[in-house]
T-cell receptor, first 109, second 114 residues
Framework: GQNIDQPTEMTATEGAIVQINCTYQTSGFNGLFWYQQHAGEAPTFLSYNVLDGLEEKGRFSSFLSRSKGYSYLLLKELQMKDSASYLCAVKDSNYQLIWGAGTKLIIKP | DADVTQTPRNRITKTGKRIMLECSQTKGHDRMYWYRQDPGLGLRLIYYSFDVKDINKGEISDGYSVSRQAQAKFSLSLESAIPNQTALYFC?????????????FGPGTRLLVL
């Protein structure tokens, strides 16, 4: 079966750095997405990785290792507005997105 | 601003009733999707459509049907609603023309089946 694993919940302090991990076992791989979802709202696109390595976008970076079936999202200089769920999704061999259950990130002052 | 909209935003219905959720987009995207989201679970694909004449079942299509009335409109119907269809429903779109094919989501419809 296909599986995406992420921690259920993480807590971090305002101004700090947090790393959210995602491991996957899917039938094929055609890219990995990270989305942010505030409670009760729509998921919004953060980043996309299809090749190994680090993609940086302002305070957010995403890393991919295809051989390890592993990705992480790194959030720097955390702000209270970063409190949200972060969803990892992998595009499989059929080009369908397989979604993780999401990691709820709680930011404390 | 190009957008994805969903109506209604909230809906309460009774078991056995037929209801329709609607999705419209002004992004000009070919592909449209319907997902449901339940607490503690990932987004699950119900149906998807790659163009007006194309409809495909997703992971959890039983109890649902869809209609792609135009490139910009994709509606989801629950023929006879049951309580375990209570969930948050999202419509999404993507552009076939891009390699990345990021999906863009509507604001969601919160459905409660009593």
């Amino acid at each position: 079966g296909q599986n995406i694993d992420q921690p259920t919940e993480m807590t971090a302090t305002e101004g700090a750095i947090v790393q959210i991990n995602c491991t996957y076992q899917t039938s094929g791989f055609n890219g990995l997405f990270w989305y942010q979802q505030h409670a009760g709202e729509a998921p919004t696109f953060l980043s996309y990785n299809v090749l190994d390595g680090l993609e940086e976008k302002g305070r957010f970076s995403s890393f991919l290792s295809r051989s390890k079936g592993y990705s992480y999202l790194l959030l720097k200089e955390l702000q209270m507005k970063d409190s949200a769920s972060y969803l990892c999704a992998v595009k499989d061999s059929n080009y369908q997105l397989i979604w993780g259950a999401g990691t709820k990130l709680i930011i404390k002052p | 601003d190009a957008d994805v909209t969903q109506t209604p935003r909230n809906r309460i219905t009774k078991t056995g009733k037929r209801i329709m959720l609607e999705c419209s987009q002004t992004k000009g995207h070919d592909r449209m999707y319907w997902y449901r989201q339940d607490p503690g679970l990932g987004l699950r694909l119900i149906y998807y459509s790659f163009d007006v004449k194309d409809i495909n079942k997703g992971e959890i299509s039983d109890g649902y049907s869809v209609s792609r009335q135009a490139q910009a409109k994709f509606s989801l119907s629950l023929e006879s609603a049951i309580p375990n269809q209570t969930a948050l429903y999202f419509c999404a779109t993507s552009d076939l023309q891009t390699d990345q094919e990021t999906q863009y989501f509507g604001p969601g419809t919160r459905l409660l089946v009593l």
